[in-house]
């Protein structure tokens, strides 16, 4: 079964930083591409980012370009969020999901609750 | 960037009643990558229709996707209790991959 699990998210600080996590299964990690979708509380989904199966090409959405840094370590089937700076508006959860040019987000982890709140 | 834009924001209706949303693109979408997600509440998006009109692996065949070019609509021929949630479209035609506002469909 195809599994994705998102874990590390929580509350921090204004201006604090936070690593998101998701581990992959049930399927080959290393042949697909990832990315983080995120969705703030009564909100829509909003593309966060995304790498490409060796990790050479990665993709920001503009309000995080600096301070948020995607990654993953295909020995370990898992893909990263380092996020730096947090801001308020950066409260979501952070769902991660798999895809390959031309096909969909499928399937789509749990989420993990970012709050960044003083 | 393409810009997904959907309506109704609500649509109120009964069980048993058709369904039908709209998904307007700013320009072309790319070879008709358009796919649709349902969501409920606390729950992560679920992929229903990919490619415009082909329903996903065990997705119920009221759900219907029909559209080309800049405009989609997603069907429901009648719908059951487990179908009122909000519906989001999205494009995965060109980056970056963008999604629509989404649809809330609720029970009138």
């Known amino acids: 079964e195809v599994q994705l699990v998102e874990s590390g998210g929580g509350l921090v600080q204004p201006g604090g930083s936070l690593r998101l996590s998701c581990a992959a299964s049930?399927?080959?990690?290393?042949?697909?591409?990832m990315s983080w979708v995120r969705q703030a509380p009564g909100k829509g989904l909003e593309w966060v980012a995304n790498i490409k199966q060796d990790g050479s090409e990665k993709y920001y959405v503009d309000s995080v370009k600096g301070r948020f840094t995607i990654s993953r370590d295909n020995a370990k089937n898992s893909l990263y969020l380092q996020m730096n700076s947090l801001r308020a508006e950066d409260t979501a959860v952070y769902y991660c999901?798999?895809?390959?040019?031309?096909?969909?987000?499928?399937?789509w982890g749990q989420g993990t609750l970012v709050t960044v709140s003083s | 960037e393409i810009v997904l834009t959907q309506s109704p924001g609500t649509l109120s209706l009964s069980p048993g009643e058709r369904a039908t949303l709209s998904c307007r693109a700013s320009q072309s979408v790319n070879s008709n990558y358009l796919a649709w997600y349902q969501q409920k509440p606390g729950q992560a998006p679920r992929l229903l229709i990919s490619?415009?009109?082909s329903r996903a692996t065990g997705i119920p065949d009221r759900f219907s996707g029909s559209g080309s070019g800049t405009d989609f609509t997603l069907t429901i021929s009648r719908l059951e209790p487990e179908d009122f949630a909000v519906y989001y479209c999205q494009q995965y035609g060109s980056s970056p991959r963008t999604f629509g506002q989404g649809t809330k469909v609720e029970i009138k």
């Open positions: 049930g399927f080959t990690f290393s042949s697909y591409w």
């Open positions: 490619g415009a009109s």
């Open positions: 999901a798999s895809y390959y040019p031309g096909i969909p987000f499928d399937p």
